[in-house]
């Protein structure tokens, strides 16, 4: 190593730094190995497994929107053709009793998704940007539209399915059991994620940055974005295969639904509203919108429309996701000065809860109005009943609302001033740039 | 010897609108070379055709006797010329490091590498430093690009413009918008990373033009009207009528 | 034979009419603003539930007035309060925030007017046969529809030709760059293109309404058409996106009509055969595939002329 590299370059990670990034993974390894261990019932073990699939299906669209820049509303096609031929797969391997365990059959799924996104990324990426994210689309109809004429081999509206446990027996594990899939899941989730981690950290990883950032300067330092978009593509399509995978051998079916627009949308806003610009980010939002839409439905009858306006808001007030809002912190958090916006926040909270109440309380009152006119007028939203009839209701409903809005518009200007005040402290520091 | 660079009856009109109306120009192996003319003469629209950002509509760009003209700009870049922009076009939201590492990364042969851990490769590493060091932002090292002050970003433009090792260099107007020492700075940062390489440069400033170039063509109206040494430049009456006079007035 | 030609030429040019009323709307929006309203189609879709309900309180043709009035307003109202806050974070944070948009207008018409198809009736004035061909009779509404969107095609023309706001928004298709040296006022005419622009879709909407079926998932099944058309006929370019309008709804509406399938053409396939997936390629009719006819065009023009049919711009 030169001189000039060595006071130039960014050092080398000292062993210690080492330590503590293995150990990071290591310790991810534990928690999956024991999280059975403290909730146990097959209710959590099933949710586990379905955010293990969310969390390998949204790190792999953040492969496209987050790292190379690319919109797509067509990403299920690679999660659902992934997992159309898992099962088909399945059938071949247990009809002929063929040696392959169920354990290495995902990785079929991961090879549909490469030969799909092989196949129709060439043309879809040439162009980047609206036109990549129309494309995409268009192709997923197409792509969905066949299905339902291809009938013997996508099974109609109906779907096929398989039996995961007449596969060859490994270590006396039939694959039966909610845990024994869990930790199927958990295995290959880790793997994947260790994967597409280690991919962002490539010469083709960080050229697909460059081409986010700027895709017709990639051209003049030797590159042909094309190609980059081309292979992140296909990155991309080869692990959505692998989730979509795992999916139908949790639920032993694969149906339309896999391949269809609302799996596209759904990945799309786990992934944004978990945050596109770090790599942790679609982590967190396969967890939450996983726990959210299990959740929501339990209290609310139309929780997709929370989905949706949660959706809106993180878009227009938080583009960075919850990651880019936690993250944001980071610098105050180093310059100690994070205490400083603890009362803003917690004034501005009241408000702003106030207003949300308010607003869920309209919503809910119109919802029992519209969709069910003639029944009892005495609701439960939320786990909190009150009476949709009552004028005191109405004018609750309004005053939070409205109330709300008013007072909290003043308040998030006070937090506004101490984001500015704490910054300009850590800047002075040296720590926020 | 073959020069570096060679037009040869270049045309280029966008419809009706000709831009580039038959030029024809020779560039030596090792020479800086500058382009001036008034503005909307089509200087930048020369350096679009040369470094295949646009195809001319007709006649061809040489490098080193190769055609070139048609090819995309990154087979033309792998080739070995290099371009800058006059409105600078960095990637903003990835720091200098990584903005003069992407640079670096085709010349060193690492392609589309998928299996490479990135930070292992010391080819890759010195480099990028030496670069790095060349354009004084050692210290600028781990800030995004998009945070950089003009002349910071402007050196930054140059830095990734070199950093692939190409041997012909074409920078448009490097030192558009600078103060009189941030000028001076960078003329000294282009003539020290420039040597030995070709350079083709696009400037308004007369001063950098004269201090900095071996011969300087002329461009006006999408025709080169005079092409020789700084001296024989200065003394032409055609050129102080169509341009270096305005710059008197 | 020639019946069926006549037929669907009709119907196709129809349907290419309504195509092209969104189309052309969107086209515009985003040649302006730079962002493709992913929720267009609903606003199609608000168009077709707002004339419903109007035209049960008021009868259509009121509702065929107001609907599209109400509808660009909303339009409008997204644009100032929702659109131009996100505008800073990048086309891709537009482009979602419409695409959120379009899930939510979906969920709230579901929640208003429910799941199932409404009871949107043709007016009694329109109802009844405007002129028999051959032994078709063909309904007074279809060549209403037609009247109304080829009037609307002319006065389109004429106010992009002839008036100031027409000459900005003609600017702004051929240099989208010069968008930005409006001046102080630039604000108010994307309020006003955007609002315009939705509220085409939704007279679109409240003609197609009575026609085709009104129903929450209206914009689901007509959005990705629509971007289909507007990629076929070159983003951003208006006379492309008439091409196209014209072209999908033609090829569509002939599709649909045709029974034609590779075993009605080479007879039926050998039994070995039978149960495998080829019989089911053999097996489909023309008709069948009519709904992916828009997407294998899509393909097959990225294929041969990524631009577009007249596009010149790569966005």
């Known amino acids: 190593m030169s001189e000039i590299t060595v006071s130039a370059a960014p050092p080398l990670p000292a062993a210690a730094e080492k330590f503590k990034f293995y150990g990071l993974w290591l310790a991810a390894a534990i928690v999956l190995l024991l999280l059975p261990r403290i909730f146990g019932s097959g209710g959590s073990l099933t949710t586990f497994s379905l955010i293990g699939i969310s969390i390998i299906f949204s790190l792999s669209y953040n492969i496209l929107l987050g790292q190379t820049g690319m919109l797509s509303f067509g990403h299920a096609v690679y999660y659902g053709l992934g997992g159309f031929l898992v099962i088909h797969a399945i059938n071949i391997l247990s009809a002929n009793k063929l040696p392959i365990p169920l354990p290495v059959v995902p990785l079929i799924g991961g090879l549909t998704g490469l030969a799909f996104a092989a196949l129709l990324g060439w043309v879809s990426t040439q162009r980047s940007g609206t036109a990549f994210a129309m494309i995409s689309l268009g192709v997923a109809e197409l792509i969905a539209s066949s299905a339902l004429i291809l009938r013997t081999f996508f099974g109609g509206e109906a779907g096929i399915s398989a039996n995961r446990t007449k596969l060859l027996k490994l270590f006396g594990w039939n694959f039966g059991p909610q845990i024994q899939i869990y930790y199927l899941v958990a295995a290959w989730t880790l793997i994947a994620v260790i994967a597409m981690y280690a991919l962002t950290r490539t010469p083709l990883g960080r050229m697909c940055n460059a081409v986010r950032d700027n895709p017709e300067r990639v051209q003049f330092v030797g590159y042909n974005p094309h190609v980059v978009r081309y292979l992140a593509f296909c990155f991309s399509g080869f692990f959505a295969g692998i989730a979509g995978a795992l999916a139908a051998i949790n639920f032993e079916i694969a149906n339309s639904a896999y391949l269809g627009a609302v799996q596209s949308g759904t990945v799309l806003f786990a992934t944004y509203i978990g945050g596109i610009g770090f790599f942790i980010g679609p982590i967190v939002g396969a967890i939450f919108v996983t726990f959210l839409s299990l959740g929501l439905s339990d209290l609310t009858q139309v929780w997709q429309l929370y989905f949706g306006l949660i959706f809106i808001a993180v878009v227009l007030f938080a583009p960075g996701g919850i990651t880019g809002l936690l993250m944001m912190h980071r610098p105050l958090l180093k310059a100690g000065t994070l205490s400083r916006m603890l009362p803003s926040y917690a004034i501005a909270l009241l408000p702003t809860l106030a207003m949300i109440a308010g607003g869920i309380l309209s919503l809910e009152t119109i919802v029992h109005y519209t969709v069910n006119p003639g029944d009892d007028s005495h609701i439960k939203a939320f786990g909190v009943s009150f009476d949709a009839a009552s004028p005191y209701i109405w004018a609750m409903a309004a005053i939070l609302l409205i109330g709300g809005y008013l007072v909290a518009r003043k308040t998030w200007t006070w937090v506004g001033h101490a984001w500015d005040d704490a910054t300009s402290v850590a800047r002075e520091k040296g720590i926020a740039p | 010897m073959t020069a570096a660079i060679e037009l040869r009856r270049l045309e280029k009109s966008f419809g009706e609108v000709s831009i580039i109306r038959n030029i024809s120009l020779s560039v030596a192996q090792g020479e800086r070379h500058a382009l001036i003319g008034p503005n909307g003469a089509g200087k930048s629209t020369t350096f679009n055709l040369i470094s295949g950002y646009m195809a001319p509509t007709s006649g061809n760009v040489l490098l080193r006797g190769e055609v070139i003209s048609g090819l995309p700009p990154y087979q033309i870049n792998r080739r070995g010329l290099s371009r800058s922009f006059q409105v600078t076009n960095v990637f903003a939201n990835m720091s200098v490091w990584e903005n003069l590492r992407c640079a670096v990364l085709w010349s060193t042969g690492q392609r589309y590498a998928f299996w490479k851990n990135i930070d292992n490769l010391p080819d890759v590493r010195d480099r990028t430093a030496q670069i790095l060091t060349d354009i004084n932002l050692t210290a600028r090292r781990d800030v995004p690009a998009g945070l950089l002050t003009y002349a910071e970003q402007r050196a930054l433009e140059i830095g990734i413009t070199v950093a692939g090792g190409a041997d012909v260099i074409l920078l448009d107007e490097p030192t558009a918008g600078m103060s009189r020492a941030e000028t001076e700075r960078a003329v000294a940062l282009i003539r020290r990373l420039t040597e030995g390489r070709t350079l083709l440069i696009v400037e308004h400033d007369m001063s950098v033009v004269f201090g900095l170039a071996d011969r300087i063509s002329v461009l006006v109206y999408g025709q080169i009207i005079a092409s020789g040494t700084p001296e024989e430049i200065r003394g032409n009456p055609k050129v102080r009528e169509a341009y270096l006079g305005e710059e008197a007035a | ?315």
């Open chain 3, 1 to 315: 034979m020639l019946e069926l030609i006549v037929i669907s030429t009709l119907n196709g040019v129809l349907f290419g009419m309504l195509l092209f009323l969104m189309a052309s709307g969107l086209t515009v929006i985003f040649s302006m603003l730079g962002v493709l309203n992913f929720a267009h189609a609903s606003f199609y879709m608000l168009g077709a539930f707002f004339g419903f309900q109007i035209s049960r309180w008021l009868g259509f043709w009121p509702a065929l007035l107001i609907a599209p009035l109400l509808a660009g307003a909303i339009g409008a109202g997204v644009e100032r309060y929702g659109l131009r806050r996100v505008h800073r974070n990048g086309h891709v944070a537009e482009l979602l925030f419409t695409f959120g948009l379009a899930f939510v207008i979906e969920e709230v018409v579901q929640i208003i007017w429910g799941k199932s198809p409404v009871d949107f009736r043709v007016p009694a004035l329109l109802d009844f046969p405007a002129f028999t061909i051959f032994s078709t009779n063909y309904p007074a509404y279809k060549m209403f529809m037609l009247l109304v969107s080829i009037a609307i095609f002319i006065g389109l023309l004429i106010v992009l030709k002839k008036t100031r706001i027409g000459l900005i928004v003609q600017a702004a298709l051929t240099h989208p760059h010069m968008v930005g040296h409006l001046g102080h006022n630039v604000g108010r005419i994307f309020m006003l293109v955007f609002g315009v622009g939705t509220a085409l879709a939704a007279v679109a909407g409240v003609i197609a309404g009575p026609a085709l079926v009104t129903q929450s998932n209206m914009a689901g099944l007509l959005g990705p058409i629509l971007f289909v058309v507007v990629v076929v006929g070159g983003l951003g370019s208006l006379p492309g996106a008439f091409v196209a309008s014209l072209l999908i709804g033609l090829v569509q509406t002939f599709a649909v009509s045709m029974n034609g399938s590779l075993s009605g053409a080479f007879g039926p396939l050998s039994p070995a055969y039978a149960s495998t997936w080829l019989a089911d390629i053999w097996g489909v009719t023309v008709a069948q595939i009519a709904p992916i006819m828009p997407y294998v065009l899509l393909v097959l023009i990225l294929i041969l002329r990524p631009m577009g049919l007249l596009g010149t711009r790569d966005t």
